[in-house]
């Protein structure tokens, strides 16, 4: 595996400087190699199963068991600690998982892990002293280095399985495109076990030797905290995150002077969100574009080449095209479904072979199931999900361009829009709003407010207030959970 021995190589050949800084401690380079190795003798003598489970909290911890997982030639599975206990009992049960490390306060809140399944605690384990050195097992480039389960929209999660040479594809193409070096520091609140913060906030500053600082828990006031302290050059984040930095009173431009690298993934970005950062820090808020079975990322909207609402033009060595449902090849900004093709997509889903062969077209292409269109500058556009799209009055019609409506209205902190079934128009919007703080509920005021940039048949039919909209474990709005409707990841 070219991508562990050039980790090692970093940890090994840089032993005294500090690769990571979590919430409890900073981490040289040897620490995470010694400490892996500790752990790598402690998992060959629990488990000879192929794969090794790991539930830890974003942290120097989760490097340390990547290490030691490989070192021994087996699968990494990070388990998602945030779902509930039964879906968590199947991931486990699907991967085959006779071992997990994690830590305590993980097993407080998830319980004892299921019968069969051994517990590795990593704040009961002694890293005293230097163990045996060994080798690392050997494995062909197209082993399966990690299962990512997908939060499973629909239907139970599906492990995606991304060989040694996807993920070192992915780390090549994000650090050439967006010139990542050991110059470089990072700051990371993303969960290790999503793959945006498993690929570029883990695998990427192991691999090119810069600092990354993680927090595990995504707090405004912590967050701006460490951009004082670190300053960091790079922040990849979620767009609601944004959304709540631009919230917090303390924040202030200085905070982000040290960033030259702003990147919102994971959702769309509310232009509402883009233009308020740039308003009140002067800084430009640049969106990029990935999904699990990439690896993550296929696009990035670099400041250089700054589009609005643009993800980007592909990452090196990336083909992308836009079809029609009946697979013909589109246009310049015309709009269908983005396909992908590259060293970094998927082998497939863990045994669903059926469900593999259907999201490759005949030429190789992941067909992403997300809408979108091409410019003739090769950027993309991301225009909704296939699954989420709305059929009002014979009419098309995505949650996505509903919601930046809602969205902007000073009111309104976060929306979301799915259908409910109307006899006459087959479909209707129903809108469901999270409010600012103090701000009162006036739904006749937002269908005033819908009105004004929206066809009369894409105004809500009705809005709902809640308290807190329902949202998975990155924080990206959860529609599935709001009752009947269709919805993407």
């Known amino acids: ?106 097993l407080e809140h998830f319980g004892e892990m299921p019968e069969g399944v051994k517990s590795l605690k990593l704040d009961e384990m002694s890293f005293k002293g230097f163990p045996p050195l060994r080798k690392s097992v050997s494995r062909p480039e197209d082993f399966i280095a990690v299962l990512l389960y997908t939060s499973g929209t629909s239907g139970r999660p599906k492990g995606v399985m991304l060989t040694a040479a996807n993920l070192l594809a992915n780390v090549e193409q994000c650090a050439e495109c967006a010139n990542f070096t050991s110059r470089d520091s990072l700051l990371g609140v993303l ?30 006031r912590k967050l701006l905290s460490l951009m004082q302290k670190h300053r960091p050059t790079a922040f990849i984040a979620i767009p609601s995150m944004y959304n709540a930095l631009l919230s917090a009173k303390s924040a202030a431009a200085d905070d982000f002077s040290s960033f030259r690298l702003l990147l919102a993934g994971g959702e769309p970005l509310p232009e509402a969100v883009a233009s308020g950062m740039k308003e009140r820090f002067s800084v430009t808020l640049n969106e990029g574009y990935g ?42 900004d015309e709009e269908g479904e983005i396909c992908i093709k590259g060293p970094n997509i998927m082998k497939g889903y863990y045994k669903l072979p059926e469900e593999t062969a259907k999201v490759f ?33 014979g009419e098309n019609v995505f949650p996505r ?70 949202r998975n474990a990155t924080g990206k709005i959860q529609r599935r959970s709001l009752g009947v409707g269709t919805e993407g990841e």
């Not at 998992?43 to 974003?58: F, N, Q, W």
């Not at 103090?438 to 407010?449: I, Q």
């Open 1 to 106: 595996m070219r991508l562990l021995k050039r980790i090692l190589r970093r940890l090994i050949f840089l032993p005294t400087r500090i690769a990571v800084v979590d919430d409890q401690r900073a981490w040289k380079g040897i620490e995470i190699y010694i400490g892996a190795l500790h752990l790598a003798k402690a998992i060959e003598k629990a488990s000879d199963r192929p794969h090794v489970g790991v539930m830890l909290p974003t942290s120097g911890m989760f490097p340390l068991a990547l290490v030691a997982s490989w070192l021994l030639g087996r699968t990494i599975v990070p388990l998602n600690y945030l779902l509930s206990r039964e879906e968590l009992e199947y991931v486990i049960a699907d991967a085959e998982l006779d071992v997990v490390v994690t830590v305590t306060p993980m």
């Open 191 to 220: 969960p290790q076990f999503h793959s945006f913060g498993f690929t570029v906030l883990t695998l990427l500053p192991l691999s090119v030797g810069c600092r990354v600082v993680y927090t595990a828990r995504f707090n405004p």
């Open 291 to 332: 999904l699990t079975e990439t690896a993550p990322v296929t696009n990035i909207c670099l400041p250089k080449m700054y589009k609005a609402k643009s993800v980007g033009p592909p990452l090196p060595r990336i083909e992308e095209k836009i079809i029609t449902p009946d697979g013909k090849c589109l246009g310049v």
């Open 361 to 393: 077209d005949d030429e190789g292409y992941f067909k992403t199931g997300d809408m979108g269109r091409i410019d003739a500058d090769g950027h993309l556009y991301i225009t909704g999900r296939i699954k989420e799209m709305l059929i009002i009055a």
């Open 401 to 470: 361009e509903i919601e930046e409506v809602l969205d902007a209205h000073p009111s309104v902190h976060a929306s979301a829009v799915i259908g409910m079934m109307d006899p006459s128009r087959g479909e209707v919007a129903l809108a469901f709003v999270e409010l600012e703080e103090g701000a009162e509920f006036d739904e006749k005021e937002l269908r005033s407010h819908c009105r004004k940039s929206l066809g009369q048949f894409k105004v809500p039919r009705e809005i709902r207030v809640l308290d807190e909209l329902p």
